[in-house]
Antibody
Framework: QVQLVQSGAEVREPGASVRLSCKTSGYRFISYYIHWVRQAPRQGLEWVGIINPSGAGTTYAQKFQGRVTMSRDTSTRTVYMELRSLRSEDTAVYYC?????????????WGQGTLVSVSS | QSVLTQPPSVSAAPGQKVTISCSGDSDNIGNNYVAWYQQVPGTSPKLLIYDNNQRPSGIPDRFSGSKSGTSATLGITGLQTGDEADYYCGTWDTSLSAQVFGTGTKVTVL
């Protein structure tokens, strides 16, 4: 069965960086894009960006450009997201989710989420 | 700030029907497929509807989706207490080159 298993909760101080992982299984890794979506406490869903595990191409939401980097390791079927220069507003649950296409698509499987807390 | 607009909340008694609207424009809903996600508090979002009106395997036919122009609608019939959750629409925005989500709607079963 398709599974996306994310790394555990993280606590960081403002200005620090965090690297989250999303380990996939149950499907052909390079055939599906991985999106990252975040949700601040009591807020809605916010798209962070997308990575193509096949060629490692990425597209980031304009809001995060310059602060985020997505990467992948095909040998371990794992996707990573690094967010730098953290501020309190980055406190959120970060989800990875799978999609078959780059655009005009839907996210059919989601990870369990990783809570990132940013506080001094 | 979300590109897609949804009502903050809807409610109905068990067994009744609710509809949730999602309003966008020609850059997103007007020219791309719409999906709907259900999120029970404390859990990950779950795909309910894709390609405007298709249900993934395992989703009951009490859930339906439609699209007209730059708006989409999710319908839930035979409302059950287990349907209490937040619901989000989502689509691709061609102008932003980004996935966009609705503001979210909380469904309450009275």
């Amino acid at each position: 069965q398709v599974q996306l298993v994310q790394s555990g909760a993280e606590v960081r101080e403002p200005g620090a960086s965090v690297r989250l992982s999303c380990k996939t299984s149950g499907y052909r890794f390079i055939s599906y894009y991985i999106h990252w979506v975040r949700q601040a406490p009591r807020q809605g869903l916010e798209w962070v960006g997308i990575i193509n595990p096949s060629g490692a191409g990425t597209t980031y939401a304009q809001k995060f450009q310059g602060r985020v980097t997505m990467s992948r390791d095909t040998s371990t079927r794992t996707v990573y997201m690094e967010l730098r220069s953290l501020r309190s507003e980055d406190t959120a649950v970060y989800y990875c989710a799978r999609a078959e296409y780059f655009s005009d698509t839907h996210l059919d499987y989601w990870g369990q989420g990783t809570l990132v807390s940013v506080s001094s | 700030q979300s590109v897609l607009t949804q009502p903050p909340s809807v409610s109905a008694a068990p067994g009744q029907k609710v509809t949730i609207s999602c309003s966008g424009d020609s850059d997103n809903i007007g020219n791309n497929y719409v999906a709907w996600y259900q999120q029970v508090p404390g859990t990950s979002p779950k795909l309910l509807i894709y390609d405007n009106n298709q249900r993934p395997s395992g989703i009951p036919d009490r859930f339906s989706g439609s699209k007209s122009g730059t708006s989409a609608t999710l319908g839930i019939t035979g409302l059950q207490t287990g349907d209490e959750a937040d619901y989000y629409c989502g689509t691709w925005d061609t102008s932003l080159s980004a996935q966009v989500f609705g503001t979210g709607t909380k469904v309450t079963v009275l």
